[in-house]
């Protein structure tokens, strides 16, 4: 009997041990199986980060070219802008006539400058009257009238003496029986003094000197160039 219970132990204690051993085993398996997935997950998870990485990095090489095309098509554009209207003349800022774009006729340049001078903007009266002069020399309203305002709007003006010389003399040139013929030889003399011409300026005060003493002329020079003159006297 006590045989029997021995060997009943022993079977007992032998199948336990088994028993434990399988668990162990299942156990074991189970363990790598998910240590193996979890390495993976890890591998896949930093895959996926990178792939996230490298994503908003094109995303931005993208915008940047999108930026660029944008750039290009702009400057493309403002150069048919430019071609499409290289044949009309640009206006330039100090050119208040602009003839080459507006072919102004020679009765619209004379009532532009008569105009102009009127209300004292001798700037573009003296604009007006030049280049009626100079691109209607012949035109039938060029008289000594005309040609005196334009004189004093070039002086007036105070840029464009030799505009002033050039106007005056011509007056004085072709019309030396005008009423304007003294008037014109004043504002010569004075026009060539602004320019510098202290010779020419001081010939014009002798000769005034000589001929004109008793002329409102004279007086104008001898009140605010004499003293002047005599400087420049050789």
């Given amino acids: ?28 398996k189970t363990a790598e199986t998910t240590h193996k997935y979890e390495y993976k997950a890890l591998s896949y998870s930093k895959e996926i980060r990178m792939l996230k990485k490298k994503n908003e990095s094109l995303r931005a090489e993208v915008a940047k070219l999108r930026s660029e095309k944008e750039h290009l098509k702009m400057a493309m554009a403002g150069k048919k802008r430019d071609r499409a209207i290289a044949s009309i003349p640009k206006k330039s800022v100090n050119d208040l ?25 001798y700037e573009k009266s003296a604009q007006f009257y030049n280049t009626l002069l100079e691109k209607y020399p012949e035109h039938a309203s060029i008289n000594d009238k005309v040609l005196f305002e334009a004189g004093i709007a070039a002086y007036e ?67 605010y160039y004499e003293d002047i003159a005599y400087r420049y006297k050789k």
Avoid: C
């Fill in 1 to 28: 009997m006590k045989e029997f219970t021995a060997i009943v132990v022993l079977m007992s204690v032998f199948t336990f041990g088994l028993g434990e051993a399988g668990l162990w085993e299942d156990f074991k």
């Fill in 157 to 223: 003006s105070k840029k464009h003496y030799d505009w002033a010389v050039a106007h005056f003399s011509s007056l004085v040139r072709k019309h030396p029986r005008s009423k304007l013929y003294r008037g014109a030889k004043l504002w010569l003399g004075l026009s060539h003094f602004h320019k510098g011409n202290h010779e020419k300026f001081v010939a014009t005060v002798e000769e005034f000197r000589s001929k004109y003493r008793n002329t409102k002329e004279w007086k104008v020079l001898s009140n």
């Fill in 97 to 121: 006539v602009n003839f080459d774009l507006y072919k102004w006729s020679p009765e619209k340049l004379l009532g532009v400058g008569e105009k102009a001078l009127h209300f004292k903007k």
